[in-house]
């Protein structure tokens, strides 16, 4: 069964609590206006600003309590 | 690769007849023990994959080996299916999985491995992961054709990534390969198969079920999100454990490249791939959690088995 619009494929996810996911190949400056590629698929960004692997998610945002996580 | 070593009556019965040139019989057999029912069956589910060299490929849909698996199947099942509680996920969906799996607590070998694991304890893990990981992601690629066109996509797009994005020198089972090399350990497909305990075995074949029954394709899918949800951090612990161990760089890039991609891929399991599943068929929905729970629960009996020896020694 399809949609009547065809299927949502979105470029940008914003996980509520969590990342926010980019589809495709970009250049993502982080804090200190360091540039990084994206190398896979699908890349999940820091939002909660807790990660050890800046810009990219590396799951801390799940021990972060509820009012912390973005 | 051969046969493995039989552990009990009937997989001695039936390794036998595997190997032989006659006709296949002889399998109605009770199994000795679980370890003797999970070497059976993970050696006929292996049927499936690479096969055997003392095994003729014709066996792989042999009748009387199929009846077999079909019997081990179902009681393994059944005892899975016995071990879980059905629960309802809070809504929406994606963060009451989340919170299912993050609810579920169970003993950390990572946490071990991070900080008081010796040398000998971490070759040992990563022998026994090396059954897994050496065909990381290939169970739930069985599952790929049995999906609506939704979460086939979303699947496709998680396993683009772990099968290399295209290029065999990311391919995750290949890194994995790469790192027991680099660690002096043997890297061919089962070299440690006759070491591993039947929680291992367990862990394995309960992929497999997953993945080689369509009807069983939510459980297949909800496993694979508890993987992923419970993969980032443990695997930063266990890179910085390799670390203080001194183990060879290319076995922490093993840890180091799940931290990053498994923080993504927790989030297309549970939201782009579990999320469209059931959206399209809502009523599958009790599948997915009984595969998640079963995921961290089997996970759970082997690093509960491993700490205890580990403590006891």
Same mark, same amino acid.
């Given at each position: 069964?399809?949609?009547?619009?065809?299927?949502?494929?979105?470029?940008?996810?914003?996980?509520?609590?969590?990342?926010?996911?980019?589809?495709?190949?970009?250049?993502?400056?982080?804090?200190?206006?360091?540039?990084?590629?994206? +190398?896979?698929?699908?890349?999940? +960004?820091?939002?909660?600003?807790?990660?050890?692997?800046?810009?990219?998610?590396?799951?801390?945002?799940?021990?972060?309590?509820?009012?912390?996580?973005? | &690769?051969?046969?493995?070593?039989?552990?009990?009556?009937?997989?001695?019965?039936?390794?036998? %007849?595997?190997?032989?040139?006659?006709?296949?019989?002889?399998?109605?057999?009770?199994? %000795?023990?679980?370890?003797?029912?999970?070497?059976?069956?993970?050696? &006929?589910?292996?049927?499936?994959?690479?096969?055997?060299?003392?095994?003729?490929?014709?066996?792989?849909?042999?009748?009387?080996?199929?009846?077999?698996?079909?019997?081990?199947?179902?009681?393994?099942?059944?005892?899975?299916?016995?071990?879980?509680?059905?629960?309802? #996920?809070?809504?929406?969906?994606?963060?009451?999985?989340?919170?299912?799996?993050?609810?579920?607590?169970?003993?950390?070998?990572?946490?071990?491995?991070?900080?008081?694991?010796?040398?000998?304890?971490?070759?040992?893990?990563?022998?026994?992961?090396?059954?897994?990981?050496?065909?990381?992601?290939?169970?739930?690629?069985?599952?790929?054709?049995?999906?609506?066109?939704?979460?086939?996509?979303?699947? &496709?797009?998680?396993?683009?990534?772990?099968?290399?994005?295209?290029?065999?020198?990311?391919?995750?089972?290949?890194?994995?390969?790469?790192? #027991?090399?680099?660690?002096?350990?043997?890297?061919?497909?089962?070299?440690?198969?006759?070491?591993?305990?039947?929680?291992?075995?367990? #862990?394995?074949?309960? =992929?497999?079920?997953?993945?080689?029954?369509?009807?069983?394709? /939510?459980?297949?899918?909800?496993?694979? /999100?508890?993987?992923?949800?419970?993969?980032?951090?443990?695997?930063?612990? &266990?890179?910085?454990?390799?670390?203080?161990?001194?183990?060879?760089?290319?076995?922490?890039?093993?840890?180091?490249?799940?931290?990053? /991609?498994?923080?993504?891929?927790?989030?297309?399991?549970?939201?782009?791939?579990?999320?469209? #599943?059931?959206?399209?068929?809502?009523?599958?929905?009790?599948?997915?959690?009984?595969?998640?729970? %079963?995921?961290?629960?089997?996970?759970?009996?082997?690093?509960?088995? =491993?700490?205890?020896?580990?403590?006891?020694?």
């Amino acid at each position: 069964m399809t949609p009547e619009h065809g299927f949502e494929h979105p470029d940008v996810i914003i996980c509520p609590g969590g990342p926010l996911l980019l589809r495709g190949d970009h250049v993502v400056e982080d804090a200190d206006g360091v540039a990084h590629e994206t +190398v896979r698929p699908v890349s999940a +960004v820091c939002r909660c600003g807790k990660s050890a692997d800046q810009p990219w998610c590396d799951g801390t945002h799940k021990v972060l309590a509820a009012r912390d996580r973005p | &690769m051969l046969l493995p070593k039989a552990r009990g009556e009937l997989s001695e019965a039936l390794f036998d %007849t595997l190997r032989s040139e006659s006709e296949v019989e002889g399998l109605d057999l009770r199994p %000795t023990d679980g370890d003797d029912a999970h070497i059976a069956l993970w050696a &006929m589910y292996e049927l499936h994959y690479a096969g055997f060299e003392d095994v003729d490929d014709e066996r792989e849909w042999n009748p009387e080996v199929l009846r077999l698996r079909r019997r081990l199947e179902r009681d393994f099942e059944a005892e899975l299916r016995a071990r879980h509680t059905a629960t309802t #996920l809070d809504e929406p969906f994606a963060e009451g999985l989340f919170a299912y799996i993050a609810d579920h607590d169970g003993p950390s070998l990572a946490a071990h491995v991070q900080r008081k694991a010796d040398r000998e304890q971490v070759l040992e893990l990563l022998r026994h992961r090396s059954i897994y990981h050496l065909k990381e992601s290939d169970p739930v690629a069985w599952s790929v054709p049995r999906l609506p066109t939704a979460p086939k996509a979303a699947l &496709m797009e998680l396993q683009y990534d772990e099968f290399g994005g295209g290029d065999p020198n990311r391919l995750h089972a290949h890194l994995f390969a790469l790192g #027991l090399e680099a660690s002096g350990l043997r890297a061919d497909p089962f070299a440690y198969i006759d070491d591993v305990p039947a929680e291992i075995l367990e #862990l394995n074949n309960a =992929m497999s079920l997953f993945g080689l029954h369509r009807r069983l394709r /939510a459980a297949s899918l909800g496993h694979l /999100a508890a993987f992923e949800a419970t993969s980032s951090l443990p695997s930063r612990r &266990m890179a910085q454990g390799l670390a203080r161990l001194e183990l060879p760089q290319e076995m922490i890039a093993y840890y180091e490249e799940h931290v990053e /991609a498994d923080a993504v891929h927790e989030q297309l399991a549970v939201r782009t791939i579990c999320g469209a #599943l059931v959206a399209a068929e809502p009523h599958l929905v009790d599948d997915v959690v009984f595969g998640a729970f %079963t995921c961290l629960d089997l996970e759970d009996r082997y690093a509960q088995r =491993m700490l205890d020896e580990w403590v006891a020694a």
